[in-house]
C-alpha cells in the first residue's frame, strides 16, 4: 500500500512539473545573407544552417558563428530536405536528373572541413526522405530501404518512417509495415517523421491536424493545425499555424508545443508571416524563414 502511495506522489510530482514548465524567448536574430533564404535546416549543435531558394533550386552552407557562406550545389531540386550527419561533419542533399522524361534523384555528400563533394547513391526513382543514421543514412526509393555508411558501423539500421502515398510507411525489424493511426478510408498523411529517441511518430493528417502517435499507430495526443511540424526532442515539436485567402499566404506564426499540449509558445514576432521551422536542441534553438526570404534564429529556454 505504502509503495502504491510512493508512485502516485511520484506521479503527480513529474506530471505537474511538466505542466508547470513554460517556454521563453531569449532572444530573435536576423540572419544576415546577402539573398533570399528559405526551408532552413540547423545542425544539431545549432552552429551551421542550411538554406535554398524558395523553388528548393541550390544549396548553401552558413556558418553562424563567423557568417561564412559557402555554396554547396547550383543544381535544382538540391535544397529539398537536406540533412546534416549525426556528428555535423558531412551533409547529404539531393541531385536530380531525369531518364526518359522520368525524375531521378541521386544522393550527394559533402564534407565541410575539406570542401569535398562525392556521389554517394546512384539516381533512384521516388526518393524519400533521409533520415541521418550513425557515419551515414538511411532512405527508401521504390518502397526499399537504402542504408549507406562511411567507415565501419556496427550499429542495427533504426526504425524509419515515411510517407508513400500519402500513407505512412514504417520500417521496424526489416520490414515495412502500413500504419492509418486515424482509420481514415482515404489516407492524407503529411510531413510525417520519427522522434529523436525512435518511439513516437509525428504526422499531419489533412483536412484533420497534426498528431503523435506510438509506432503501432495508437494515438498519443493532438496537436490541432499545426503545419510543416518538426522535432524539437522527444518532448517538444515545432511547426507552423498558416493562413491564406485561397491564393496567397496572408498570416503564418511559428508555434512550439509539449507532446502533450499542454505547454504551447509563440516563437516567432508578431509583424512576420513567419514559415518552416527547424530545431537543434541541444543548442535551445530554432530557425525559420519569413514570407519576404528572410531567416531568423531564436534561442529559447525551457523551464
Request: with cysteine; net charge positive.
Amino acid at each position: 500500500m505504502k509503495t502504491r502511495k510512493l508512485w502516485l506522489f511520484l506521479f503527480v510530482v513529474f506530471t505537474t512539473a511538466l505542466s508547470a514548465q513554460t517556454i521563453t524567448v531569449s532572444s530573435r536574430t536576423e540572419m544576415q545573407l546577402a539573398t533570399k533564404a528559405y526551408y532552413p535546416v540547423l545542425s544539431q549543435k545549432g552552429d551551421k544552417m542550411l538554406f535554398t531558394s524558395d523553388g528548393y533550386n541550390g544549396l548553401s552552407l552558413f556558418t553562424i558563428a563567423d557568417k561564412k557562406v559557402t555554396e554547396i550545389s547550383k543544381d535544382a531540386g538540391a535544397g529539398y530536405e537536406p540533412l546534416f550527419d549525426a556528428q555535423d561533419t558531412k551533409i547529404f542533399y539531393r541531385k536530380t536528373s531525369f531518364e526518359n522524361k522520368l525524375r531521378m534523384d541521386a544522393m550527394e555528400s559533402f564534407e565541410i572541413a575539406k570542401n569535398i563533394k562525392t556521389s554517394v547513391l546512384k539516381p533512384q526513382r521516388d526518393l524519400k526522405q533521409a533520415r541521418n543514421f550513425q557515419n551515414g543514412f538511411v532512405v527508401t526509393a521504390n518502397r526499399k530501404l537504402l542504408k549507406l555508411t562511411f567507415g565501419k558501423n556496427s550499429q542495427s539500421v533504426p526504425v524509419y518512417v515515411t510517407t508513400q502515398d500519402l500513407k505512412i510507411y514504417l520500417y521496424k525489424n526489416g520490414k515495412f509495415t502500413i500504419l492509418n493511426p486515424l482509420n481514415q478510408s482515404e489516407n492524407r498523411y503529411l510531413w510525417v517523421s520519427m522522434s529523436p529517441g525512435g518511439n513516437k511518430i509525428l504526422f499531419t493528417a489533412a483536412g484533420k491536424g497534426t498528431y503523435v502517435c506510438d509506432l503501432s499507430g495508437k494515438i498519443i495526443s493532438s496537436l490541432g493545425y499545426l503545419n510543416a511540424p518538426v522535432w524539437y526532442d522527444d518532448n517538444y515539436v515545432v511547426g507552423m499555424q498558416d493562413k491564406d485567402d485561397g491564393q496567397m499566404i496572408t498570416s503564418s506564426k511559428i508555434i512550439m508545443l509539449s507532446v502533450d499540449g499542454k505547454v504551447k509558445s509563440e516563437i516567432s514576432s508578431s509583424n512576420e508571416i513567419a514559415m518552416y521551422p527547424t530545431a537543434a536542441a541541444k543548442a535551445s534553438k530554432i530557425a525559420y524563414n519569413t514570407l519576404d526570404g528572410k531567416i531568423m534564429l531564436v534561442d529559447i529556454q525551457i523551464k
